[in-house]
């Protein structure tokens, strides 16, 4: 089941902050986030396991809220090197019978000057 | 470490030719994937691996094999091409444990069947 992605795209100036959802209809194990710049393989940004977690890496940071299966990811004071498409990839687990990641359809974010 | 390697990394084919296309990791990862990518959609299972000797479907497998006799290798086969199989095809591999599982991707292979 591919989680849902929202909203699917975001224009930001220098600074300004953004915040992206996925969600599922599937109870979640684990919710991972990644980032595609034009042209290349995306790139691992963090992943969350069930538990409620939130992590951060510099300015970019997730939660993971289990009961509502939706992970949303937090951009802080974004700068042009953070335009790109981002996706959420969710794993169901033993509970739905898979850890291969299901991923969404991707937010682009484009940050101007 | 290399990573995640994938060739080549452009290909034009015309309707009916077959092709392989290579993937190699060198970090000892038991699973591999197969993603396509078209524009606006999202990355798409084709095909994954969960150790050598052991294959199985994903989402679109239809018109693509796949083998893995190594850990390390996992090809990708197209047999007679189709218009609808240009694409962006992105192998990666992760291994699994108890803190999650990250998906290191190789740089992709853009294919264009005319």
């Known amino acids: 089941q591919q989680p849902v992605q929202s909203p699917q795209a975001v224009i930001l100036r220098e600074g300004e902050d953004a915040v992206i959802n996925c969600s599922s209809s599937?109870?979640?194990?684990?919710v991972h986030w990644y980032r595609q710049k034009h042209g290349e393989a995306p790139v691992f940004l963090m992943i969350l396991l069930k538990g409620g977690e939130q992590k951060g890496h510099e300015k970019i940071s997730a939660s993971f809220n289990e009961k509502k299966q939706q992970s949303s990811l937090y951009l802080t004071a974004s700068q042009l090197s953070y335009s790109g498409t981002y996706f959420c990839?969710?794993?169901?687990?033993?509970?739905?019978?898979?850890?291969?990641?299901?991923f969404g359809r991707g937010t682009s974010l484009i940050v101007h000057p | 470490n290399a990573g995640v390697t994938q060739t080549p990394k452009f290909r034009i084919l015309k309707i009916g030719q077959s092709m392989t296309l290579q993937c190699t990791q060198d970090m000892n990862h038991n699973y591999m994937y197969w993603y396509r990518q078209d524009p606006g959609m999202g990355l798409k299972l084709i095909y994954y691996?969960?150790?050598?000797?052991?294959?199985d479907k994903g989402e679109v497998p239809n018109g693509y094999n796949v083998s893995r006799s190594t850990t390390e290798d996992f090809p990708l086969r197209l047999e007679l091409a189709a218009p609808s199989q240009t694409s962006v095809y992105f192998c990666?591999?992760?291994?699994?444990?108890?803190?999650?599982?990250?998906?290191?991707f190789g740089p992709g292979t853009r294919l264009t069947v005319l």
């Open positions: 990666a591999s992760s291994s699994p444990g108890t803190s999650g599982d990250t998906q290191y």
């Open positions: 990839g969710t794993e169901m687990g033993a509970s739905g019978g898979s850890y291969i990641p299901t």
């Open positions: 599937k109870a979640l194990y684990s």
């Open positions: 691996s969960v150790g050598a000797g052991i294959t």
